[in-house]
């Protein structure tokens, strides 16, 4: 029997990453999901489950080295190494937190500090893990990253999104370029826009499709590094 192939998603809701979830384990991949809250992987699992997709969980706190790497040990324990691996994690929070949009004089440094932890430094160990055990799949292993419009169109509100954002693209780059020899696809979609399930342009379902696009791209003289969509 042939063996199922396996993505992981670093950075799992009820938004992008449910729909790339949803569009991967519906092809037959077996689908690893991580967040910080166990409670939203529980849902998560049994939404998936529910259409017959092989569901495996980790929290995991991608600010933090340790947590990562415990983490993802726990999903190769239950799906087996991946060959495809998103990093979807952003630091964006809600209107009144300290993640949360807020004029330039209120980013503190320690604001600013956990945004690069989470979007940059969280990439960072992501990444490092992946190079190490991503297995190929049709010739080739795959790193998808999800980017946001204020990585270029940053906005006075967001600085620290923003810049976190810009940061982590500047890396995926980084990575593209460095790995595209070793037959390591490094790819990155920019969502320029605000995703709801009801957008025509930006809902989950649709932009999900933008990762199946880069996963499909066999040929190395064929590969994107970045979809701005
Ligand atoms: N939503 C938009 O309108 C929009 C627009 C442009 C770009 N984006 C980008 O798209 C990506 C996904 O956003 P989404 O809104 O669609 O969310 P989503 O995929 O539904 O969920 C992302 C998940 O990431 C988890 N997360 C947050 N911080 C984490 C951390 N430090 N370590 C591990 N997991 C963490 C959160 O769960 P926990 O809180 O449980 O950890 C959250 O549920 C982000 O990179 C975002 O910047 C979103």
New binding site residues.
Partial sequence: MVAKPVIYI?????????GIAELFGGKGFKVGI????ES?LAAGKEKLSAQGIEVGTAV????EEPSVLAGLSKLVQELGEPNVLVF???S?GPPGTDLGPKPLEEITPAIFEKHWR?SAL?ALHVSRWAVEHLKPLDGKRTLLF?G??LSKDPRPNHAGLASS?AAMRNLSRVFYDVHKPNGLHVGLVT?R???TPESEKHSPKLIAEQYWKLYEEKDPESWTWEIDY
């Fill in positions: 670093i950075g799992y809701g009820p938004l992008i990453s449910d991580s967040a910080r809250t939203r995991i706190d991608v600010s979807n994690v952003g964006n989470i969280g999800t946001g419009g954002k969502v826009g605000f995703v």
